[in-house]
């Protein structure tokens, strides 16, 4: 089992930038994906960013050439550098991993964290 715990959350002015880190404790069964999604008041869960075992990224269109994921597999730990922050990336960002296939659907995770606060504002 795989039990993911998030941090590095906090307040940021709008251009500014925050780095996330979610550790991953616990067994690891490889191969697997580790993700990021975030979840705003009154609003749905939805994916952020996503790295396999292998390397391979995907990003959401709302946060593509401003965020960046990345894999310390040695660790198991995930990074989201966030960068050109918006008001509107303001949310509660979950951290996400599974062995199944590769999907950005949240119904695809079977373990997550228990989120962390972002917020943007001036």
């Known amino acids: 089992q795989v039990q993911p715990v998030e941090s590095g959350g906090g307040l940021v002015q709008p251009g500014g930038s925050l780095r996330l880190s979610c550790a991953a404790s616990?067994?690891?069964?490889?191969?697997?994906?580790m993700a990021w999604f975030r979840q705003a008041p009154g609003k749905e869960r939805v994916f952020v960013a996503a790295i396999t075992w292998s390397g391979s990224y995907d990003y959401a269109d709302s946060v593509k050439g401003r965020f960046a994921i990345s894999r310390d597999n040695g660790k198991n730990t995930v990074y989201l550098q966030m960068n050109s922050l918006k008001p509107e990336d303001t949310a509660v960002y979950y951290c996400?991993?599974?062995?199944?296939?590769?999907?950005?659907?949240?119904?695809?995770?079977?373990?997550w964290g228990q989120g962390t606060q972002v917020t943007v504002s001036h």
């Open positions: 616990g067994r690891t069964v490889t191969p697997y994906t």
């Open positions: 996400a991993a599974d062995t199944g296939l590769y999907s950005r659907n949240p119904k695809g995770y079977d373990y």
